[in-house]
């Protein structure tokens, strides 16, 4: 069983922006998650650090999240700047930093719909793939959620699609934790990232939210051909998510420019 946590000890002020640093509004914010076995994981992140499990129907499991979103308002957090919008899904799993203690998250990469891409992708060498992103999605303003969802990339890196839907029926449940707060923390609020540059060698960022006002959905159909190309999620299983979240929009600040580490 996981600790229980409370959010509130997790919340902090937001960093003040400098230099080149990002504010970015994040629409049809969803985190589509799964929880598969950990010898899936062997071999993908340094021995730095280890997969924060938890325990399904009595099996030590780790969790992954594929979290698509439009990023709409795409500026510098300090100067004026153009406004951008881009559609952009991140693959990401749950770990903790042996080092620092901090849960945090292994970034396999992303597909990103813009020109922007050779930024990210060649001057920091980040794991960063063009991808054609398409969103149709219906929110109803009365009833405040998604009668529709669906989102579609073509990518040779990571095909994808997905088809959410939310109704009065939809509830939180996550096995493994004591009690929603306390996987809402885990699933919604790492700030810090890992991952491997294309170069190879060990890169990280940090980011900063408020609390993100997720809600419940169910997933119609999934198909994330990443996951199942490096086997941590067969595609007969990628319509049997752990938990599916939405946020309509949400607002985060991205510190720039990552770091380097070795």
């Known amino acids: 069983m996981q600790e229980a946590r409370k959010m509130k000890d997790y919340l902090i002020e937001r960093p003040k922006p400098t ?6 509004s994040l629409k049809h914010f969803a985190i589509i998650t ?13 021995e730095r650090f280890q997969l ?33 919008s881009m559609g952009q899904t991140n693959y990401r799993i749950y770990i903790i930093d042996t080092k620092t203690g901090e849960r945090c998250v292994w970034f396999l990469g992303t597909t990103l719909d813009s020109w922007t891409l050779a930024v990210p992708r060649y001057l ?9 992103v398409s969103f149709q999605c219906c929110f109803n303003q009365t009833t ?15 095909q994808a699609s997905v088809e959410l839907v939310q109704s009065k029926n939809d509830s ?34 940090r980011v900063w939210h408020k609390e993100l006002e997720v809600k419940p959905a169910t997933l119609l ?11 941590i999620v067969v595609e007969s299983e990628q319509n049997s998510p ?4 939405i946020e309509p929009i949400n607002e985060f600040t991205i510190y720039l420019p990552p770091t380097v580490i070795g």
């Not at 405040?144 to 990571?158: E, L, N, V």
């Not at 752990?242 to 979240?245: A, G, K, P, T």
Request: charged share 15%.
């Open 19 to 24: 230099g080149i640093d990002v504010l970015c």
């Open 221 to 231: 159909s999934a198909k994330f051909k990443l996951l199942s190309d490096l086997g």
């Open 172 to 205: 939180f449940n996550f096995p493994g934790f004591p009690n929603t707060e306390s996987a809402l923390v885990y699933l919604t609020h790492p700030l810090a990232g890992f991952y491997y540059r294309r170069d190879g060698k060990l890169g990280t960022y």
């Open 34 to 46: 799964y929880a598969v076995p950990t010898a899936r994981f062997q071999g993908v992140f340094p």
């Open 242 to 245: 752990y938990s599916v979240l």
């Open 52 to 84: 924060d499990t938890v325990e399904v129907d009595g099996q030590e499991m780790g969790l992954i999240s594929v979290v698509p979103f439009i990023d709409v308002d795409f500026t510098s957090a300090v100067f004026p700047f153009p406004k951008s």
């Open 144 to 158: 405040k959620m998604y009668d529709k969802y669906q989102m579609k990339t073509q990518s040779s890196w990571a």
């Open 124 to 132: 920091w060498n980040l794991p960063w793939y063009a991808g054609q």
